[in-house]
């Protein structure tokens, strides 16, 4: 089985400031990565995933994210945040085999502070 | 803008009710999947329908039930309603076998058991 953990539930930072949001995940067996946005009363949208090769990847809106195997771990980052980026994210992965059926981490709500 | 449509967006139910939710995949896509969402955490998978068969099952009870039609639409169906079912229920529609392994969300419906 997957699981995914999110070690920050909630995290503040100033507009314009770097910010980090943590992801893990624990697998048995090969998994793609994912993370998702959700903006207040709104689905899930794609931010970016992990597939295969190169292990930095780079999504919409500015963010990126990092694969590390060794620590399984798949932490999201932008340089710069904007007032427009608070919102929900979640970290997700699923198994090579049946990639569509995926395990959500619990969240972090990211707020940015004028 | 996915494509991906549910409805209703809203919905106020008794417990001890039974519901349908409707969900209408993006064009081209074969495959639909259920979550559930309850307030302050992830999506949890429900199921998913391939070509209108059930295809995968999370950890859910057997009055959560699912229909998927010819043009791919879906349905998922909860019986006997119980206040914990209340959560914004999220569809995702999805390729299989074509190699695209991106999900698109629909804006989910949410539910409100009283």
């Known amino acids: 089985a997957q699981s995914v953990t999110q070690l920050d539930s909630q995290v503040p930072v100033f507009e314009e400031a770097p910010v980090e949001l943590r992801c893990n995940y624990s697998?048995?067996?090969?998994?793609?990565l994912f993370w998702y946005v959700q903006y207040p009363n709104q689905g899930l949208q794609l931010l970016l995933k992990?597939?295969?090769?190169?292990?930095l990847v780079k999504g919409i809106n500015g963010f990126e994210a990092e694969f590390n195997k060794s620590q399984t771990s798949f932490h999201l980052r932008k340089p710069s945040v904007h007032i427009s980026d608070t919102a929900e994210y979640f970290c997700a992965v699923s198994r090579k085999t049946s990639y569509d059926k995926v395990i959500f981490g619990p969240g972090t709500s990211l707020s940015v502070i004028p | 803008e996915t494509g991906v449509t549910q409805s209703p967006t809203h919905l106020i139910k008794t417990r001890g009710q039974q519901v349908t939710l409707r969900c209408s995949s993006q064009?081209?896509?074969?495959?639909v999947s259920w979550y559930q969402q309850a307030l302050g955490q992830g999506p949890q998978f429900i199921f998913q329908?391939?070509?209108?068969?059930?295809?995968g099952r999370g950890n859910f009870p057997p009055r959560f039930s699912g229909l998927q039609f010819p043009n791919y639409s879906s349905e998922l169906n909860v019986n006997a309603l119980e206040l914990d079912d209340s959560a914004l229920y999220l569809c995702?529609?999805?390729?299989?076998?074509?190699?695209?392994?991106?999900?698109?969300f629909g804006q989910g419906t949410r539910l409100t058991v009283v």
């Open positions: 697998s048995s067996v090969s998994v793609y």
């Open positions: 329908y391939y070509r209108e068969e059930e295809n």
């Open positions: 064009s081209g896509h074969n495959t």
């Open positions: 992990y597939l295969s090769g190169s292990t």
């Open positions: 995702a529609s999805s390729s299989t076998g074509t190699g695209n392994t991106e999900a698109f």
